[in-house]
């Protein structure tokens, strides 16, 4: 049998990105991350042995890149606080911040380059603001990675990497979920150069919590047997019993 496609997922954090990509029959086969309670979390839920990474490790060595696996997908999300518009009222320094996205963005573009290059495609998600701050696009001498580049037989200064240019703001709730937040996405199908088409994926009709609410049993609704279905995943069910969440705090 062929294996299914791979993914590693930098910034992973407890694995949200990872989950989803499980969900699509991606195998998930590592996590970067530097704080120990989010790599044991990863760990745990997608059986891996990671440990404990600085991303900006990175920027610093090509050897620390070549020794990542090669896979076809790769995906970012790097501190969103750096960012975000309650920090300072999106006046907070954003040094930091950009050094870890040019540190994640030098590791794609080395993988999407590189000889015989297995990457499929790359996405890096962040907080709206953090696009005003992304470049529209990053060239090999922009990403530290002028001498990779010659010795590779590449121009230094050619594009290595779309960034804002090949980005959206997405809305998770026109994709289906019961909440509004926004996010920027930024990315490329390697094949076609450009950030994939998601028309098709998205809905104008926003979905209520009440309709979330309504598709979960009642706290009070003691033992009971019936199959709930979950409401963005049909093809999860549950029987009641076996769904307690809700159930931690019912003062609301």
Known sequence: MKRKPQVIDFFCGAGGFSEGFRQQGFDVVMGVDNWNPAIETHNLNHNLDDKVKDVLDFGASIDEINNLPN???????????????SNKGGKADKTLGLKLIESYLRVVAVKKHQPSSKLVAWFMENVPNSKNFVRQNYTFRQLNLEQWALNHKINPDQIALKGSENGRILNTATFGTSQKRERFVCGEIVSTGNFPELERFMTKEYRSIG???????????????????????????????????????NGI
Do not use: Q, R, W
């Open 71 to 85: 896979t076809e997908v790769i995906v970012g999300s790097p501190p969103c606080v750096l960012f975000s518009l």
């Open 211 to 249: 309709l979330i609410k309504g598709k979960m049993p009642s706290p009070s609704l003691g033992i009971s047997k019936k199959i709930y279905t979950d409401p963005n995943y049909p093809s999860l069910k549950f029987i009641a019993n076996k769904i307690t969440d809700h159930f931690y705090d």
